[in-house]
Each structure stands twice: as C-alpha cells, then as structure tokens.
C-alpha cells in the first residue's frame, strides 16, 4: 500500500473552510484515497473517499490532483464539531485479504477549530 | 438504526484475567475487524473475519482470540497471555469486497 504523509496538526477558524492535504506520491493506479476522521475517545467516521475525479458529499469536498499524487479535503464551514484527527488513507479496490484487507491508519492531522 | 455497538465502553482487567469485548453490527455486513489503537497512534489490525466461522489473524494478533458464530457478532477476547493490554479497542465492518469500514464507539481497556 502507498504511505501517506499529512501535516501533524493544523488549526482552523470557526466558519472558514478547513483545507487539510496529503501526499500520496507512491500511489499505484487502482488505488483509491479514503479519508476517515476520528473525534477524541470515539471510533473513527467515514467521511468520503475518491479515485481521481473530485468528490463532493454532505460532509466534505475531496480534490485529487491531476497526477493523484496529492489530495486535499475540504470541510467549506468549519464548526468546533469538526475538531477532529483526520486520517488519509490509500488503499486498493479489491479484498486481497490477509493483513492487507486492513485500513492503514497513520497518525494524521489534528485539527482544531477555533471560536 | 443501523450500526455497530460496542460494550462495554470501559473494561477493567484484572492481571491474568481473561476479558472478552463485545461488537455487534445489523448492517448486515459480511467482514468485521478488530483494532487496537493505544495514545497518539493510528490503528493497527488485530483480527478480521470475512465469513461467519472464518477469521484470519491481523498484525499484531498475539494473546487475542477471536469467533464468529453469527454474521452479526464477532467478540475479541484479551487473554493473560496479551502482557501489554491497556489501550483503545476498535471493531468495524464492511461490505465485502467494500473498502470502506464502519467504526463502532470503541471499548477501553484498563488494566489493574
């Protein structure tokens, strides 16, 4: 699987859009980019995921580069519930099983919405 | 609503003691997985199953039992033989074939 590599923590203003990106340079061509978020002490929440066109659900925006070497997700009005670690993760389109059936979680990036 | 549970929330563990942490899911998902995640890390696999009576050791399986008697039930049990088992225990499930996991709330083990 291609590592990714995210900013340790970020912060962010209560309303503005919060812009958190990832490398991913390694990434192999049917490989798609999830993104999860996990809020203290909770179990982590799917939050969109894409191949490389841009993505758009209830939660977030998800811009892949042209090369899908990088990504951004974008949360357009950040709230102080979004205070959250946010993880990107590359992973294939198909079940290989083994320990590579599992979600790679890195450390991520904390971000903090401020008031 | 659909979802995955986890109990308890907080488990207490006596040295040399068996403990066995519940996770349920009616989302009619056929793989579940366990993870444990301890302060500051990401989450590393500890089983996973894909079929009722089938599962398959994860990375870091040592001293962890798993079963899966029901589609909707995949228990993990710590055993004494698990010498380092505080930390943050996680199960989700997929669609099988589906990369995208669902996480339940999480059980925190504590040891005494």
């Known amino acids: 699987d291609a590592k990714t590599t995210q900013p340790p923590s970020m912060d962010c203003a209560e309303g503005r859009a919060a812009n958190l990106p990832c490398n991913h340079s390694?990434?192999?061509?049917?490989?798609?980019v999830y993104w999860y978020r996990q809020i203290h002490s909770q179990g982590p929440q799917y939050i969109i995921h894409?191949?490389?066109n841009n993505e758009t659900n209830e939660m977030a925006s998800l811009i892949i580069t042209e090369d899908r070497k990088s990504s951004t997700l974008i949360l357009p009005h950040a709230t102080l519930r979004d205070t959250a670690v946010y993880y990107c993760?590359?992973?294939?389109?198909?079940?290989?099983?083994?320990?590579?059936?599992?979600?790679?979680f890195g450390k991520g990036t904390k971000l903090s919405v401020k008031p | 609503d659909g979802g995955i549970t986890q109990s308890p929330k907080y488990l207490f563990r006596k040295e040399g003691q068996n403990v066995t942490l519940s996770c349920e899911q009616n989302?009619?998902?056929?793989?579940m997985y366990w993870y444990r995640q301890d302060p500051g890390q990401g989450l590393r696999l500890i089983y996973y199953?894909?079929?009722?009576?089938?599962?398959q050791k994860g990375d870091i399986a040592e001293g962890y039992s798993v079963s899966r008697e029901k589609k909707e039930s995949f228990p993990l049990t710590v055993t004494s033989a698990q010498k380092n088992p505080t930390a943050f225990y996680l199960c989700?499930?997929?669609?099988?074939?589906?990369?995208?996991?669902?996480f339940g709330p999480g059980t925190r083990l504590l040891v005494l």
């Open positions: 894409g191949l490389k």
């Open positions: 989302l009619n998902h056929d793989a």
């Open positions: 993760i590359v992973r294939g389109s198909s079940w290989r099983g083994g320990s590579q059936g599992n979600l790679i």
């Open positions: 989700a499930s997929s669609i099988l074939g589906k990369e995208t996991q669902y």
């Open positions: 199953s894909q079929i009722v009576n089938d599962f």
């Open positions: 390694t990434i192999s061509g049917n490989e798609y």
